[in-house]
T-cell receptor, first 115, second 112 residues
Framework: KAGVTQTPRYLIKTRGQQVTLSCSPI?????VSWYQQTPGQGLQFLFE???????NKGNFPGRFSGRQFSNSRSEMNVSTLELGDSALYLC??????????????FGPGTRLTVL | GENVEQHPSTLSVQEGDSAVIKCTYS??????FPWYKQELGKRPQLIID?????GEKKDQRIAVTLNKTAKHFSLHITETQPEDSAVYFC???????????FGKGTHLIIQP
């Protein structure tokens, strides 16, 4: 099976712009989670989608949003970008219907730089 | 929500020695505890996981132990090799509320 894929791999934006990142899960996986990884904060949970519904949300401002499509592909959007949004954004897919309760397989990430 | 503490943040061991990384969690409802290895510039990869109905699990040179009463779990790597050098993350989840919560990571350095 193909692994989790993310596009684009690298992105450079300026403050105030918005960005959309895409994640394609492993075939058959219905859960997609998004994480922000920075050197200082480690891996921080953004949100999780299961069967097109947001099941959990981390402690991030409303500028961070996401959605999931009927084929389980997911997108996340960040509006009004700030310098502090520069990070590696990872998505992970899982079979499980139990939030956080099963093996998550990570994509390669999207490196976002905000200037 | 769940809170996971991981120690140490950096661990340097001689090649061939053992390495131990420890994590504590706060939510007694958590029942799934994976460990991920992340090499520089690469995605996190699952190396071992344990569920709350098991106290210990081993896979070749890697083992994980779980103490539900004390709410802590540990990763043990024996006979360390240069390719074990990476950042290791513990996580806790399955309690339903927050998905997987990760520790801040341990940078493991294997000295030749």
């Amino acid at each position: 099976k193909a692994g989790v894929t993310q596009t684009p791999r690298y992105l450079i934006k300026t403050r105030g712009q918005q960005v959309t990142l895409s994640c394609s899960p492993i075939s058959g996986h219905r859960s997609v989670s998004w994480y922000q990884q920075t050197p200082g904060q480690g891996l921080q949970f953004l949100f999780e989608y299961f069967s097109e519904t947001q099941r959990n949300k981390g402690n991030f401002p409303g500028r961070f949003s996401g959605r999931q499509f009927s084929n389980s592909r997911s997108e996340m959007n960040v509006s009004t970008l700030e310098l502090g949004d520069s990070a590696l954004y990872l998505c992970a897919s899982s079979l499980s219907s139990a939030p956080g309760g099963d093996t998550q397989y990570f994509g390669p990430g999207t490196r976002l730089t905000v200037l | 929500g769940e809170n996971v503490e991981q120690h140490p943040s950096t661990l340097s061991v001689q090649e061939g020695d053992s390495a131990v990384i420890k994590c504590t969690y706060s939510d007694s409802a958590s029942n799934y505890f994976p460990w991920y290895k992340q090499e520089l510039g690469k995605r996190p990869q699952l190396i071992i996981d344990i569920r709350s109905n098991v106290g210990e699990k081993k896979d070749q040179r890697i083992a994980v132990t779980l103490n539900k009463t004390a709410k802590h779990f540990s990763l043990h790597i024996t006979e360390t090799q240069p390719e074990d050098s990476a950042v290791y993350f513990c996580a806790a989840g399955g309690g339903g509320a927050d998905g997987l919560t990760f520790g801040k990571g341990t940078h493991l350095i294997i000295q030749p």
